[in-house]
C-alpha cells in the first residue's frame, strides 16, 4: 500500500503565493511520475501539472508561467509553487503518483486533497 499526504493549502489574495507538498510512503518501488490534479467547486477534477522524471514536466496551459512543480526523488516527495494566483485557482489541489511497487504492480495513487482558496 501507499500513501500520499499533502499539505500546505489555504486561503491567500489574489495575486498571492502558495507552496503545496505532497510526500509519498509505503510499498515503493520506484516513482514515475508525481503531480497535481485540483477540482473547483461544481466542476470536474482537471490537470495541474505533472514531474515524470528526468527533470520532464508538463503544464495545464491555465497555470503556465505561474505555477512551478518540483520533485524531489529521493524524499518521494512532489511540491508545487503557485504564484500570481487568481479566484479561478480555487479548488481542491489533489496530489497523484504513478508508483511501481515492491510486488511489481504499477499501480496510481492519490491523497486527500488540500483546498486552497483564493480570494479577490
Known amino acids: 500500500q501507499v500513501q500520499l499526504v499533502e499539505s500546505g493549502g489555504g486561503l491567500v489574495q489574489a495575486g498571492g503565493s502558495l507552496r503545496l507538498s505532497c510526500a509519498a510512503s509505503?510499498?515503493?518501488?520506484?516513482?514515475?511520475?508525481m503531480g497535481w490534479y485540483r477540482q473547483a467547486p461544481g466542476k470536474q477534477r482537471e490537470f495541474v501539472a505533472v514531474?515524470?522524471?528526468?527533470?520532464?514536466?508538463t503544464y495545464a496551459d491555465s497555470v503556465k508561467g505561474r505555477f512551478t512543480i518540483y520533485r524531489d526523488n529521493a524524499k518521494n516527495t512532489v511540491s508545487l509553487q503557485m504564484n500570481s494566483l487568481k479566484p479561478e485557482d480555487t479548488g481542491v489541489y489533489y496530489c497523484?503518483?504513478?508508483?511501481?511497487?515492491?510486488?511489481?504492480?504499477?499501480?496510481?495513487?492519490w491523497g486527500k486533497g488540500t483546498l486552497v482558496t483564493v480570494s479577490s
Open positions: 497523484y503518483a504513478i508508483v511501481t511497487t515492491r510486488d511489481s504492480y504499477s499501480m496510481h495513487y
Open positions: 514531474n515524470t522524471g528526468g527533470g520532464s514536466t
Open positions: 509505503g510499498s515503493i518501488f520506484s516513482i514515475n511520475a
